[in-house]
């Protein structure tokens, strides 16, 4: 057995050298990545396949050099095999991996094995083998048998399949895969386009096969896509038909918190291409969005809510976020969801709004009940005692003490019977905020009852009040109320005049009464009389409306009061303002 050294053999060496390390670095240090496994028989084989080449270009009589080409058809028959394994687990039918169908695949190759080792009983594979001493260095000269071009015929279209997955790979635009995939795809074409060229007979080097010496390249680009670009970390599965098509956006993260993938939705989120995002830092591309950034690189956090102002229009997202095992359950990433939540925040707003209004009802009722079952009862108590007590001086001819215990009386009879008044408003909160016009008839009857004053009022017609907002009903009504008891209080009026009128979108209330009027000046200035003035106009803020107070000495006052109204409320009999 006798080998020479040519220049060639380094190439191999080096090309062997290459693929075996990387194998083996891959083994060791790499395990636990998706896709290593593929890689690591791969790179195997054609380390078989290199040094195989390189011990029968150096081998100098015909048993070594045969011996050595039978070792390098393990690499020609399985290299297929492993690389269509490599690509499959890329691009989505990993399936065919773990349920072991990719066996089946490995059967011809088998055979074909065996019968190259089987050569000389048959000659199905070669024949006619013999020393060509012609070039630098001696090789087999042969001939090949009808099995030989099914075995290349089969290889090539296990190649062939997997660089059509590979093709198809790359058009998943605008996502990193295209870019994994063309990586993939470079790194295998070194190793399948110099044999194809070989056994077409295309190649320059007619009598032997320069493919090995492509290995070393080809497994530093593929490894460099692995384990820098995170080739098989996750994986382009239905992601055509089921990521791109989503509603809500979705981003793929990885261990470093890079993005590796980004649905149309996300970019229309942030504003932002894919172009721009791909393999960059979460907190570069969501700068702006510090809650999502912090979900993002805080392993602890699932759940977080963000929201985005774009042209004025501001939007609630809710965004839940899940890690990405691979088939081992070992962590490769993070996928997130983001899902508008901007109507939905609204109706929490809406349903905290009526918690509290309706807490607010409540607590208005209990105070009613204990204004009832206390001061209403000690009013009535002191009442009853001046009238008594009023009595018994007027018995006791005390006219001048009489008169004053009288005017007791009527203080404590007004307090009472305001206080049953309140308790009455508030104990029929339901049936104001169904029917407004209602309510103010049933109030302005009982208000020309108790104090003889006529009131003339004028609403829209078909207006009804349904269509306002219960808070906006509230107020109207105990503005309207108010104003009626500072008449009855103090105007010493004969007439009150009530309109509604819609105006330009807005509900136009006024009061008007001619009684004796008051300097607006002086009144803003006394303290004794601001106080329900105050709370009208603290009212009319409440519902978005503003009020206005006109009052001539002698000649009686004026409220007015605006508040908006809901598009939709009828508009018949509207009158202009002007």
């Not at 099914?150 to 635009?173: C, D, G, P, R």
């Not at 997130?336 to 009802?361: D, N, P, W």
């Not at 010493?492 to 309109?499: D, G, M, Q």
Request: glycine share 6%; with cysteine.
């Amino acid at each position: 057995m006798q080998f020479q050294l040519t220049p060639y053999l380094w190439l191999l060496i080096i090309s062997a050298f290459m693929s075996l390390s990387l194998g083996i670095y891959a083994l060791l240090m790499r395990r636990s990545a998706r896709g290593v496994t593929s890689f690591v028989l791969s790179m195997f084989v054609v380390t078989i396949w290199s040094a195989g080449n390189a011990f029968e270009m150096s081998a100098m009589d015909f048993s070594t050099k045969l011996f050595w080409a039978n070792m390098q058809y393990f690499a020609y028959c399985y290299s297929p095999v492993t690389l269509l394994t490599l690509c499959m687990q890329f691009t989505g039918y990993d399936r065919w991996i773990k349920n072991k169908k990719i066996l089946w695949i490995a059967v011809i190759p088998t055979i074909i094995i065996i019968l190259v080792w089987t050569d000389g009983l048959h000659g199905l594979m070669r024949y006619d083998m013999n020393m060509d001493y012609s070039g630098f260095f001696p090789v087999i000269s042969k001939k090949y048998g009808p099995v030989f071009y099914i075995h290349a015929a089969y290889s090539h279209l296990l190649n062939i399949t997997a660089w059509v997955l590979l093709i198809k790979a790359v058009f998943f635009k605008n996502t990193v895969y295209r870019k994994q995939a063309i990586v993939l795809l470079f790194g295998m074409s070194l190793i399948v386009f110099p044999n194809i060229m070989y056994i077409s007979g295309l190649s320059p080097f007619k009598k032997f096969d320069i493919t090995p010496v492509f290995f070393g390249p080809a497994g530093v680009i593929i490894a460099w896509g692995i384990f820098r670009f995170k080739l098989f970390d996750l994986i382009p599965l239905a992601r055509a038909t089921i990521i791109e098509t989503m509603d809500p956006g979705v981003i793929v993260l990885d261990l470093q918190d890079r993005i590796l993938d980004v649905n149309p939705a996300f970019q229309r989120i942030i504003g932002i291409t894919a172009s721009q995002i791909y393999t960059k830092r979460v907190e570069e591309v969501c700068d702006k969005i510090p809650e999502l950034v912090n979900a993002c690189v805080d392993r602890s956090i699932n759940h977080t809510e963000f929201s985005i102002n774009n042209g004025g229009i501001s939007k609630v997202y809710e965004a839940l976020l899940s890690p990405l095992n691979d088939s081992k359950g070992i962590l490769i990433g993070r996928l997130l969801m983001a899902y508008e939540i901007t109507e939905k925040k609204k109706a929490e707003q809406e349903f905290l709004r009526q918690q509290r209004k309706y807490a607010v009802i409540e607590e208005r009722e209990r105070m009613a009940r204990d204004m009832h079952d206390n001061l209403g009862q000690v009013l009535g108590f002191i009442n009853l005692q001046a009238q008594g007590i009023g009595q018994e001086l007027r018995n006791s001819g005390i006219e001048i003490a009489a008169y004053s215990i009288d005017k007791l009386v009527d203080a404590s009879q007004s307090a009472h019977n305001e206080i049953r008044e309140y308790i009455h408003n508030v104990r029929n909160m339901d049936s104001l905020e169904k029917d407004l016009i209602t309510v103010l008839e049933k109030d302005i009857i009982g208000f020309e009852e108790q104090t003889g004053i006529t009131v003339e009022w004028d609403n829209p017609i078909g207006f009804t009040g349904e269509k306002l907002e219960p808070s906006v009903l509230l107020n109207i009504l105990n503005i309207v109320r108010e104003a009626l008891n500072n008449v009855r209080k103090h105007a010493e009026a004969s007439h009150v005049r009530i309109n509604f009128l819609i105006v330009r979108e807005q509900l136009c209330i006024s009061i008007e009464d001619n009684g004796k009027g008051f300097e607006t000046i002086q009144r803003a200035n006394c303290s004794k009389n601001k106080f329900g003035l105050s709370i009208m106009k603290e009212r009319a803020s409440e519902i978005g409306g503003h009020l206005e107070i006109k009052s001539i000495v002698g000649k009686g006052s004026k409220v007015i009061c605006c508040v908006p109204i809901r598009k939709g409320v009828k508009k018949k009999n509207e009158i202009d303002a002007g």
